[in-house]
């Protein structure tokens, strides 16, 4: 085969790939330069052609370099998935990634229109000494791989090719890559673990020795970090939970442990000020001192801070159906308790 732009038509005759007939070069300054038909009347089909050049090129490329490098879509899961509290079927902790092998590797003959098992593979990838089981390489430009050979079990690389400039990009590629046009066929697809790529966001509600408390953000491998003064922590993953936050779900936990617990929080006449995003609120929360639904009446502090609960004269619990449907809200949690002994 020769390129448009290395064809010397003034010694050498070229002939079409498809039919077999006699070409001549178009090389103008106007149109891509390009070989056509010197019988004009002639019926040539491009489809034919199209697939006998992508054949020939294939082999080509196999046959004049180092590596024929190939990549597919393989399954990935996080390397700590076996002991991760937090682990499910999220992309977080499971996800597609691709693995890359040089077919030069394990193949060393490249053949065209061979057949094995019963089956025709356009261009065939086997290995001298018979060690792996050969490789398809399948053109398709009208007619994709039949299921019989499909489900044959023979490894088959299946590339669609619409035109030319598909066989170039293809092999120009320094991997060819699974995609819309290339299919790969009974390759194993083994499940890799993996570092993943980012872990997942957790809030953490800190109850301190001092009774105070506070919501930081770890992510699944930090989460169990434990501030030398805390005394409880309680941890879930990092999303929305319709009218609590965090920093609600914490205090109501650590009053299930500490019953004597007293903050405002917990006090059914607090009001939390109003913020756009549910996380913003409970970071908030450990930093701005709680709005008193009572000041007016009462006369109490309009802000407060959670801890002037313990000395406040109006301070009212929630009632535990109140606590228990705040509580139901936050399903898979971490719960840490230093020990006091």
């Not at 005394?231 to 009218?243: H, N, P, R, S």
Request: aromatic share 14%; with cysteine.
């Amino acid at each position: 085969m020769v390129h448009i732009y290395d064809a010397t038509p003034q010694t050498d005759t070229y002939y079409c790939v498809g039919c077999g007939k006699p070409m001549i070069t178009k090389r103008g300054k106007i149109r891509a330069w390009h070989y056509a038909h010197k019988n004009n009347t002639l019926k040539c089909s491009y489809e034919t052609y199209l697939h006998r050049v992508a054949k020939h090129r294939l082999c080509e490329r196999f046959l004049q370099y180092d590596s024929f490098a190939i990549s597919f879509r393989a399954p990935c899961r996080c390397i700590h998935i076996n002991n991760c509290h937090w682990a499910d079927d999220s992309h977080i902790c499971n996800w597609d990634s691709y693995t890359t092998f040089d077919l030069k590797a394990f193949y060393s003959k490249c053949a065209e229109e061979q057949t094995y098992n019963g089956y025709r593979a356009d261009v065939l990838l086997s290995n001298e000494l018979g060690k792996y089981p050969p490789v398809f390489l399948e053109i398709c430009v009208s007619h994709p791989c039949s299921n019989e050979k499909i489900e044959s079990g023979v490894k088959i690389i299946e590339l669609t090719i619409k035109h030319e400039t598909d066989i170039e990009d293809i092999l120009n590629a320094n991997v060819i890559e699974e995609s819309n046009i290339v299919k790969f066929h009974n390759f194993e697809r083994y499940v890799m673990e993996c570092e993943p790529e980012r872990y997942k966001d957790i809030c953490k509600f800190t109850l301190y020795e001092n009774d105070k408390m506070f919501c930081s953000y770890p992510n699944c491998m930090t989460y169990l970090q434990h501030h030398p003064k805390a005394k409880l922590e309680v941890c879930v993953e990092q999303q929305f939970y319709l009218g609590y936050s965090m920093y609600d779900y914490g205090a109501f936990v650590a009053l299930s442990k500490y019953p004597n617990l007293r903050t405002c929080n917990l006090c059914r006449y607090h009001e939390d000020r109003m913020m756009d995003d549910e996380w913003e609120i409970a970071k908030e929360k450990s930093k701005s001192p709680i709005f008193c639904k009572l000041y007016k009446k009462f006369g109490t502090k309009k802000y407060c801070a959670p801890t002037e609960a313990q000395s406040c004269s109006y301070y009212k619990p929630y009632s535990q159906e109140q606590r228990q449907a705040i509580l139901r809200q936050f399903n898979k949690n971490y719960i840490w308790q230093k020990d006091e002994n």
